[in-house]
């Protein structure tokens, strides 16, 4: 069974920080781009950053860039989001998906590029 399992969501206050964990079975993300999209109910996917297949390149939405990180540790097949200053707009769900072309030379910005997996994790930001 294919699963990309997302931790690490919860509520904070404005301010603070919180580490998604994004850890893959019965797939492998070697090979792969790798994002964390976010939605917000009413809202449309966003992707807030992706990573290249090697590690090469990140890409953040303008909102997120200087405050969120995304890193991939491929041997253990896993993708991180590290969040600092969050504010209350970052609240949405978020989920680590994968890229559904392998080896791509670019990383794509349109959710519709990835495959998700998961079931997304909650973050919540309060004022």
């Known amino acids: 069974q294919v699963t990309l399992v997302e931790s690490g969501g919860g509520l904070v206050q404005a301010g603070g920080s919180l580490r998604l964990t994004c850890a893959a079975s019965g797939v492998s993300v070697d090979h792969w781009g790798m994002a964390w999209i976010r939605q917000d109910p009413g809202k449309e996917r966003e992707l807030v950053g992706g990573?290249?297949?090697?590690?090469?390149?990140?890409k953040y939405t303008d909102s997120v860039k200087g405050r969120f990180t995304i890193s991939r540790d491929d041997a253990k097949d896993t993708v991180t989001l590290q969040m600092n200053s969050l504010q209350p707009n970052d609240t949405a769900v978020y989920s680590c998906?994968?890229?559904?072309?392998?080896?791509?030379?670019?990383?794509?910005?349109?959710?519709?590029?990835?495959?998700?997996w998961g079931q997304g994790t909650q973050v919540t930001v309060s004022p």
């Open positions: 998906a994968r890229d559904r072309q392998r080896r791509r030379s670019w990383i794509s910005t349109a959710p519709a590029s990835y495959s998700f």
């Open positions: 990573i290249k297949w090697d590690s090469g390149s990140t």
